[in-house]
């Protein structure tokens, strides 16, 4: 018996292509940029608020699936993140 309200949320995987899963988005990316940051950063807040963007908006179960399809973590929300990987 499988239960009809399990609440499924549009995630994209490591492999950059969209799939239904159980699992909550903790994270939100710009497709376009390979960019992805926190739920409530600023500078997406503002694009969104804006109407801009919304349809290249991705979201992830975390950073390892969003690093792992070719996104980078955003400047403005995830600065030390950013910092580690552009000193490589």
Same mark, same amino acid.
């Given at each position: %018996?499988?239960?009809? =309200?399990?609440?499924? !949320? %549009?995630?994209? $995987? /490591?492999?950059? *292509?969209? &799939?239904?899963?159980?699992? *909550?988005?903790?994270?939100?990316?710009? @497709?376009?940029?390979?960019? !992805?940051?926190?739920?409530? +950063?600023?500078?997406?807040? @503002?694009?969104?608020? +804006?109407?801009? =963007?919304?349809?290249?908006?991705?979201?992830? /179960? =975390? #950073?390892?699936?969003?690093?792992?399809?070719?996104?980078?973590? +955003?400047?403005? &929300?995830? @600065? #030390? *993140? !950013? *910092? $580690?990987?552009? $000193?490589?």
């Amino acid at each position: %018996m499988t239960d009809q =309200n399990v609440k499924t !949320y %549009m995630l994209t $995987g /490591a492999d950059g *292509k969209s &799939c239904q899963s159980p699992t *909550k988005v903790t994270l939100g990316g710009h @497709r376009k940029d390979k960019i !992805y940051g926190t739920l409530d +950063c600023a500078g997406a807040v @503002r694009w969104i608020a +804006c109407g801009h =963007n919304v349809w290249q908006r991705d979201f992830f /179960a =975390n #950073e390892a699936t969003a690093i792992a399809a070719g996104f980078r973590p +955003c400047f403005g &929300c995830l @600065r #030390e *993140k !950013y *910092k $580690g990987i552009a $000193g490589k």
